[in-house]
Structure formats: structure tokens, C-alpha cells
């Protein structure tokens, strides 16, 4: 079956600080990969979503970014956080038109 | 384009009520509909899915059915418990995007 991570669970970083969540998928291959953003009391925001290695599309301008090193790996870096980049972060997958299945998600706050 | 709105919340009840969150839709094509809850602290479950016209989706004692008369997809419960408070959202995927509604509190007391 096919499982997601996300790590790490938590995570607090001054302003200023690089940042780099990770996300693994197990038990598919080339699945669609995305970056969501819930910030505090809104609903979800696509940051960056991803049909392949390499392929990485934004859809919101941000000081963040997002890589795709490998089929299954997707990344999401800042090289200098802002305070407004606080927030829930989830990484989700899907394959094709079936519905995204979600990681646990990343609390990050930005100090 | 495509579009999900959403009932704002909070919606507040007491354990056993009836619970209604209203979705509706806009979209070209055929899209399949989605509910997702989403418990405190933790990532977004599939809750239940309908992909064409007239089908309901369940799952935990949660339906939907998919009207594409009225473009809604109608997220209902007959007896809500305490362990059912959460964020519930509203989703539609069309070959070309993803698109989720804004998110509903529900708090069930006691």
C-alpha cells in the first residue's frame, strides 16, 4: 500500500534561517506531488505541485521553492525565512485524477 | 473557472445532532467531488468521494451526494459525536486542477 512522510513534525526557526521539509511517497511511482500552506484559521493554499522529477510548477510568488530530486522525494526550501512563513505545511501525492492522500503535515513557526 | 464554496463555520453542536455543511461548485466538465476532514494537529484524510452524478459517498456515518442539478455536494451526518470535531473541506478535481474550499470548523459538545 502506499504510504507518505513528512518530516519533521515540528519545527521553529528564526527569521532570516533556511528551511527544507522533506517528503518521501512509498508504493507508487511517478505520483503528483504537491506543497500545501494552511495558515492559522484559513484553508489551504497550493504552493508548488510537481508531474515528474525536475518538474516543478509555483503558484503563488514566495521566497520559497521546491525540488523534485528524485520520483518519489519533494522538497520544500527557503534559503531566508520570513514571519510570514509561518504556518501548516502538507505534502500531499496523487496519481492522476484520484484524490490527493495527505502527510501528517509540518507545524512551522517562524520566531 | 473552477471554483468550491464553502458554508463558514464554526458550526457548533451538541453531540448527537444532525450536522449539514453546505458545498457547492462551480465547473466545467465532469468533475468527481471530495470531502476531507481534518483533526487537530494532524494532515487531511479522504473522508468520502463521489465521481459522477448521483452517486453518494459515506464512510463513518458521513454521506454526500453529488447534484449536479443543484452543483453541490452536501456533506450530512445523522448523530455527531465529540470525536467528530474537526475541519471538513470541500474538494473537486477536473483533469486540469484541484481545488479545495475554504474549510468548516465543527466542535461537537457534550
Known amino acids: 500500500s502506499q504510504t507518505i512522510h513528512q518530516w519533521p513534525a515540528t519545527l521553529v526557526q528564526p527569521v532570516g534561517s533556511p528551511l527544507s521539509l522533506e517528503c518521501t511517497v512509498e508504493?507508487?511511482?511517478?505520483?503528483?506531488l504537491y506543497w500545501y500552506r494552511q495558515a492559522a484559521g484559513r484553508g489551504l493554499q497550493l504552493l508548488f505541485y510537481s508531474v515528474g522529477i525536475g518538474q516543478i510548477s509555483s503558484e503563488v510568488p514566495q521566497n520559497l521553492s521546491a525540488s523534485r530530486p528524485q520520483d518519489r522525494q519533494f522538497i520544500l526550501s527557503s534559503k531566508k525565512l520570513l514571519l510570514s512563513d509561518s504556518g501548516f505545511y502538507l505534502c500531499?501525492?496523487?496519481?492522476?485524477?484520484?484524490?490527493?492522500?495527505f502527510g501528517n503535515g509540518t507545524r512551522l513557526t517562524v520566531t | 473557472g473552477n471554483s468550491v464554496t464553502q458554508m463558514e463555520g464554526p458550526v457548533t453542536l451538541s453531540e448527537e445532532a444532525f450536522l449539514t455543511i453546505n458545498c457547492t461548485y462551480t465547473?466545467?466538465?465532469?468533475?468527481?467531488l471530495f470531502w476531507y476532514v481534518q483533526y487537530p494537529g494532524e494532515g487531511l484524510q479522504l473522508l468520502l468521494k463521489a465521481t459522477k452524478a448521483d452517486d453518494k459517498g459515506s464512510n463513518k456515518g458521513f454521506e454526500a451526494t453529488y447534484r449536479k442539478e443543484t452543483t453541490s455536494f452536501h456533506l450530512e451526518k445523522g448523530s455527531v459525536q465529540v470525536s467528530d470535531s474537526a475541519v471538513y473541506f470541500c474538494a473537486l478535481i477536473t483533469r486540469e486542477e484541484l481545488i479545495f474550499g475554504t474549510g468548516t470548523r465543527l466542535q461537537v459538545f457534550p
Open positions: 508504493g507508487t511511482s511517478n505520483p503528483n
Open positions: 500531499a501525492w496523487s496519481g492522476g485524477n484520484s484524490p490527493l492522500h
Open positions: 465547473a466545467t466538465g465532469y468533475p468527481s
